[in-house]
């Protein structure tokens, strides 16, 4: 297995720490994300490679009838423990086990990149109603913050980040060209150890071998601990979500 595909498959096995320490979504970054549709009522919406349901749960919080796709069993379950009026299901991008048109918005959070676009983009077509919404987001931490610019480099393994800011995608004839909007956001942590639990969920984190995972977590320990930012009791890390809509054309 390439190192890709195992970044892709990394995440199962840390299933209640992802659910656990990886951060929500903004609620503004979802209601513009629907703003196409030009409602405000309930809508079908699927929520593509789900995870454990970080966005899920915002967008049944939303009041929306939610169906959340997700390829890794142990993802899934975590999802369905955590996550409640939803519907769950096994699937990947490139096979999305739902009919034709029966949904109005498709939502991808932190994924997309895994994704075969020449695959995905047309399945996502095929599930989505004419004039419904692809939405394609992910968190980033603030570059301009300092200490948390110099956290980022403590935190560098000899794995590098799965993808390049902005993520390039792909135009497609059954797509309208992408939006793009940035929504602040900040992500809770209570103390130094939830700050490194949370990078610990990261897949160039799951990749690497024990003994370079201890010397990285011993380092932002270290920095964490030395900060006046981090040091005592709980702080906000400064983050802004990355949000890209399309629109399905008619055939």
Same mark, same amino acid.
């Given at each position: 297995?390439?190192?890709?595909?195992?970044?892709?498959?990394?995440?199962?096995?840390?299933?209640?720490?992802?659910? $656990?320490?990886?951060?929500?979504?903004? @609620?503004?970054? !979802?209601?513009?994300? =629907?703003?196409?549709?030009?409602?405000? $009522?309930?809508?079908?919406?699927?929520? =593509?490679?789900?995870?454990?349901?970080?966005?899920?749960?915002?967008?049944?919080?939303?009041?929306?009838? @939610?169906?959340?796709?997700?390829?890794? $069993?142990?993802?899934?379950?975590?999802?369905?423990?955590?996550?409640?009026?939803?519907?769950?299901?096994?699937?990947?991008?490139?096979?999305?086990?739902?009919?034709?048109?029966?949904?109005?918005?498709?939502?991808?959070? *932190?994924?997309?990149?895994?994704?075969?676009?020449?695959?995905?983009?047309?399945?996502?077509?095929?599930?989505? +109603?004419?004039?419904?919404?692809?939405?394609?987001?992910?968190?980033?931490?603030?570059? /301009?913050?300092?200490?948390?610019?110099?956290?980022?480099?403590?935190?560098? *393994?000899?794995?590098?980040?799965?993808?390049?800011?902005?993520?390039? !995608?792909?135009?497609?004839?059954?797509?309208?060209?992408?939006?793009?909007?940035?929504?602040?956001? @900040?992500? +809770?942590?209570?103390?130094? $150890?939830?700050?490194?639990?949370?990078?610990?969920?990261?897949? +160039?984190? =799951?990749?690497?071998?024990?003994?370079? +995972?201890?010397?990285?977590? /011993?380092?932002?320990?270290?920095?964490?601990?030395?900060?006046?930012?981090?040091?005592?009791?709980?702080?906000?890390?400064?983050?802004?979500?990355? @949000?890209?809509?399309?629109?399905?054309?008619? /055939?």
């Amino acid at each position: 297995m390439d190192l890709h595909a195992r970044r892709a498959d990394s995440f199962g096995a840390q299933a209640e720490a992802y659910a $656990e320490h990886r951060p929500d979504y903004p @609620v503004a970054a !979802i209601r513009w994300a =629907l703003e196409p549709l030009g409602t405000s $009522e309930r809508l079908d919406v699927l929520d =593509l490679a789900a995870g454990t349901g970080k966005l899920t749960a915002g967008l049944v919080a939303e009041g929306h009838r @939610v169906t959340a796709v997700e390829p890794n $069993e142990q993802m899934l379950s975590e999802l369905v423990r955590r996550v409640h009026d939803v519907r769950a299901l096994p699937g990947h991008a490139e096979h999305i086990p739902v009919p034709d048109s029966t949904v109005d918005a498709v939502f991808v959070a *932190t994924a997309f990149h895994w994704f075969d676009q020449e695959k995905a983009l047309p399945e996502i077509a095929r599930v989505l +109603r004419p004039g419904g919404v692809l939405a394609a987001m992910w968190l980033e931490t603030e570059d /301009d913050v300092p200490w948390l610019k110099d956290f980022q480099q403590v935190s560098n *393994t000899s794995v590098e980040s799965q993808r390049q800011s902005p993520v390039k !995608i792909m135009a497609h004839p059954l797509f309208e060209a992408p939006e793009h909007k940035i929504f602040p956001h @900040v992500h +809770r942590r209570n103390s130094p $150890e939830a700050a490194i639990a949370w990078i610990n969920t990261h897949s +160039r984190m =799951l990749v690497i071998d024990d003994e370079e +995972r201890a010397e990285v977590n /011993d380092r932002m320990l270290a920095f964490l601990r030395e900060r006046p930012e981090t040091s005592n009791g709980p702080f906000d890390v400064p983050m802004y979500s990355d @949000v890209f809509r399309m629109v399905r054309v008619s /055939d």
